[in-house]
């Protein structure tokens, strides 16, 4: 089935999980190059780069932490700008090699925000590693360290993305039908 029905909208399959899995493999070889002998802590935004985080950790075996904090900053297909604080990370990263995992680098305000927010707690070194990136949205000059895909500026949902609450569950990307 290529074409799914969302709330009030219509998508269509845009990135099928196998060409996911492939992009993720390709940016795990150069985060691991990078990464494997600093012990670094992986910090997973949630909701949306849980399924994501989940794939991208499975590359890596040597020693490493993940946690998680929440943010919230999407209505509907828009972004609203306003970025709501549920930061909630407890280890202490001073001195840290941290890597933040996003889902999606959109307008990239979310990003901005939270690096500007991690590096005041003084990590060693900040990376972010974003599975999507999608350039024609960018408003910000901040751009990702690794980026597994860049995609144009149409909204999707599936693997861990959402349209209002619902979609995240989806194993393939679907992108909204006009
Ligand atoms: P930004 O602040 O505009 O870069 O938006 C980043 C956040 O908005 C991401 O972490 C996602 O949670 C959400 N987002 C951006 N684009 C999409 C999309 O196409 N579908 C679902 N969520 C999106
Ligand atoms: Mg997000």
């Known amino acids: 089935m290529s074409t799914i029905q969302i709330k009030d909208k219509q998508f269509e399959l845009s990135i099928p999980e196998k060409d996911i899995l492939k992009s993720i493999g390709n ?3 150069q985060m691991y190059n990078d990464l494997h002998d600093k ?3 992986f910090i997973c935004v949630l909701n949306g780069a849980f399924m994501f985080a989940s794939d991208l950790m499975k590359h ?5 932490e993940i946690t998680f904090i929440r943010l919230k900053s999407y209505q509907g297909t828009a972004t609203s700008g306003n970025i709501k604080e549920v930061h909630g ?3 202490d990263i001073k001195d840290r090699h941290v890597v933040i995992i996003e889902d999606i680098i959109d307008t990239g305000h979310t990003i901005q925000y939270l690096k500007q927010s991690t590096l005041k707690r003084q990590p060693k070194s900040l990376r972010v590693a974003a599975l999507l990136f999608k350039p024609d949205a960018l408003q910000t ?3 990702a360290d690794y980026v597994a895909m860049e995609i144009p500026n149409d909204f999707i949902v ?3 993305l959402d349209y ?4 995240r569950n989806l194993k393939d ?3 909204v039908k006009n």
């Open 141 to 143: 000059g901040i751009k």
């Open 173 to 175: 990307i679907y992108k």
């Open 27 to 29: 940016m795990a070889k």
């Open 39 to 41: 012990d670094p802590l």
């Open 164 to 167: 209002n609450g619902h979609g």
């Open 60 to 64: 890596f075996d040597f020693p490493c």
């Open 89 to 91: 990370l407890i280890e």
């Open 158 to 160: 599936g693997y861990g």
